[in-house]
């Protein structure tokens, strides 16, 4: 909660900059008339050009990076981005209220169907859920199967037959299990349903996959934040969280058993090979959860951009297709430091060439 | 007397209109204000009313996989809360009211005073925090246990104890209305004419006696004026109800279960709701809460009234 009501105020705080910095730019222009010719030369190659984008809170901090980084580089380009959640982020980019919108999970049909133009998915970077829980001491792994029958009640005690076959060695309490889950529709919802809906049928049959769910089961909290702390604050709690929570909260993780067998972390390695395991389409969006790669972290998603094809403004379309490929290029050495994987580099090299066919009015905007 | 006279009535009159203007517009504003709010939802609930009708009342699932939406458990939820807020927080923040006005010494009464207030200016994430992080456990830790061990007989408090659940959110609700009920009493309180007191004493009454039925009596439609008042609060408070209710759409006796409030609903799934029938039937929870406030507002007064009169 804290930090979500934090970014809010920086964004709030550099929105405002952005606002006054571009008022004051502008009175100057147009007060310094008589020595205006040098500046106008300058205005007339590289064209000012201020960008709003809104939606996944989720690469938030790893987008404000990558502006304050490009901005640096490119001082004619302002970027400002609202982390408002991805559901908000489709709404404004079909409603073309923002330059590009972001979102955690891909663009339903029937919500693209709304947009005024074709709406390209920009995949920028990998993020992770993991599986923390309170059980001091224990080293925990599970697989599909057992947290489905966790989150929905099958499983209720930590020394449950199922969960020791697990883990032969570890010293199991007779305590309850407290399945956590998040109560605000969230793309990190819609990623953990998809894990579980892909390796069980009764989840797929009884609760199915969404950023809203039905949960038969557990404690709900509002945001990672709220998860983090219920897990910290409740013995015996099981709940699935972005992975730099669980990193910078110090908790516990489960390994998981992947498709192929084996037990992983969510390291930036195990989820960069979830991508690669599984095959991009021309969409430019796909499930990785569940990747047959053997080294792959099997609750891994994709975030994206949400730009026009057909931009209805040169320049700010040029200014957003240039920044993506700085993302895609440069921007990629951000990612691990920030807890993020960087896209497998086939990814990277089919998005550029989706780049490339973005225009505007038959022309090409790179 | 000659500065009266030299004044034209006529610009009096014209300033008095401009004053009439500047303050009956604001006060046709809230209206206009409210009236766009209700509109607005209505007309945003409408997928859902055609969808749903009386369903959306009766119904307790809400699966926004499968696109069933049901009202029931929210509305449930948000009115257990506030009972158990209000049944903690009214004979609590009375009392204080007598103390501060009736008992409490000359110069402990402005500092205890404001530090009641004080506890209003706190803004409810900051409760929802301390929920998570300190009262849930020990509501888990001590309270159930105890409650579970003496009252657990009773329905209300049975079950798995999680700390999080319609209990604690009642009892974060419960301190975020006390300074309201403090503050409101005390005013009431201190209205009462002291002669009525003087009476009171006069006739032998000890101090308790000549609160009760002296000050008691004369103030009682305005406690349940700051009831009202509390009520509202806690039927719409939103952020530390979700931190620490638990966000389960579940009806339950159990005041240990988790539940779910409306305002928290909407808190929850409305940035990332995209399909139609979801936002329209998080509209409809709004304008039920609306609809809901409105009528419990409406029977205060009514009560209100009654108590007066009686009087």
């Known amino acids: 909660m804290q930090t979500e009501s934090r970014r809010n105020w920086i964004l709030t705080a550099l929105a405002a900059g952005v606002v006054l910095v571009g008022c004051r730019d502008r009175t100057e222009s147009s007060g310094s008339a008589p020595s205006a010719g040098s500046t106008q030369a300058v205005v007339a190659t590289e ?21 304050s980084e490009y901005g640096k580089a490119n001082p004619n380009v302002r970027i400002n981005y609202q982390s408002i959640g991805s559901g908000a982020g489709i709404r404004q980019i079909i409603a073309e209220t923002v330059d590009f919108g972001a979102s955690d999970a891909p663009m339903k049909d029937e919500e693209a169907k709304d947009a005024k133009g074709k709406l390209v998915h920009i995949p920028t970077t990998l993020g992770a859920v993991v599986l923390a829980y309170n059980l001091p001491g224990v080293k925990l792994r599970l697989d599909a199967q057992t947290i489905t029958g966790i989150f929905l009640g099958d499983i209720t005690k930590w020394n449950d037959a199922v969960i020791k076959a697990l883990n032969p060695e570890a010293s199991l309490p007779d305590t309850a299990i407290v399945p956590t889950f998040r109560s605000d529709g969230s793309g990190t919802t819609a990623v953990f349903t998809d894990y579980l809906a892909g390796a069980s049928p009764v989840w797929k049959e009884k609760v199915g996959q969404g950023k809203s769910v039905s949960w038969p089961k ?9 998860v983090t702390g219920q897990v910290k604050t409740t013995p015996g709690a099981l709940g699935y969280i972005e992975a730099v929570y669980a990193e910078q909260n110090k908790l516990s993780v489960a390994e998981l058993k992947n498709p192929a067998g084996n037990f992983v972390t969510a390291t930036g390695a195990a989820v960069t090979a979830a991508a690669e395991g599984v095959q991009l389409p021309d969409t430019l969006y796909a499930s990785i959860t569940n990747s047959p790669q053997p080294g792959a972290y099997p609750i891994a998603a994709y975030t994206y951009l949400l730009v026009y094809e057909d931009a209805k403004d040169a320049a700010k379309g040029k200014a957003i297709a240039k920044f993506a490929w700085w993302a895609l290029t440069d921007g990629q050495a951000y990612a691990a430091d920030l807890n993020y994987a960087p896209l497998p580099a086939s990814v990277a090299a089919k998005v550029k060439d989706k780049l490339k066919t973005l225009h505007h009015g038959g022309q090409g905007l790179l | 007397m000659s500065i009266q006279a030299q004044r034209k009535p006529k610009e009096v009159r014209t300033s008095d209109k401009i004053f009439r203007w500047c303050t009956s517009g604001p006060a046709l504003l809230l209206c206009v204000v409210l009236a766009g709010l209700g509109v607005q939802l209505l007309v945003s609930s409408i997928p859902s009313l055609k969808h749903f009708g009386v369903e959306f009342l009766l119904g307790r699932s809400w699966d926004p996989v499968r696109g069933i939406f049901g009202a029931l458990p929210f509305i449930y939820g948000t009115l257990v809360t506030s009972c158990v807020a209000l049944l903690i927080a009214l004979p609590v923040g009375i009392a204080a009211a007598l103390y ?10 402005s500092p205890l005073g404001f530090m009641i207030e004080l506890l209003a200016a706190v803004p409810s994430v900051i409760y929802g925090l301390w929920g998570v992080f300190t009262l849930a456990p020990a509501i888990r830790e001590v309270v159930q246990p105890a409650l579970a061990s003496t009252l657990g007989f009773l329905p209300f408090f049975q079950g798995p104890q999680y700390g999080f659940g319609m209990l604690t959110a009642g009892i974060i609700v419960a301190i975020m209305v006390l300074p309201t009920i403090t503050a409101v009493s005390r005013e ?17 009454a000890t101090r308790w006696e000549a609160i009760r039925f002296a000050v008691l009596p004369a103030a009682r439609s305005g406690l349940v004026g700051a009831g009202v008042l509390a009520l509202g609060r806690a039927l719409g408070e939103t952020m530390a109800v979700t931190m620490v209710i638990g966000n389960r759409p579940e009806i339950s006796a159990s005041l240990f279960s988790p539940g779910y409030s409306m305002a928290s609903v909407i808190a929850n799934e409305f940035t990332e709701a995209t399909d139609e029938l979801h936002l329209s039937a998080l509209a409809e929870i709004g304008l039920l809460l609306l609809v809901l406030t409105i009528i419990l507002n409406v029977a205060a007064r009514a009560l209100v009234g009654r108590v007066k009169r009686a009087w």
């Not at chain 1, 984008?53 to 790893?62: C, D, I, M, N, R």
């Open chain 1, 218 to 226: 557990g404690l709900g909290a509002k945001g990672n934040e709220g």
């Open chain 2, 188 to 204: 009431v309180v201190m209205a009462i004419p002291l002669t009525l007191r003087e009476a009171a004493w006069g006739l032998g």
């Open chain 2, 100 to 109: 501060l006005s009736e008992l409490a010494p000359e110069w402990v009464r």
């Open chain 1, 47 to 67: 064209q000012k050009v201020s960008l709003t984008g809104a939606g996944a809170t989720f690469p938030y901090p790893l987008y404000s990076k990558w502006i």
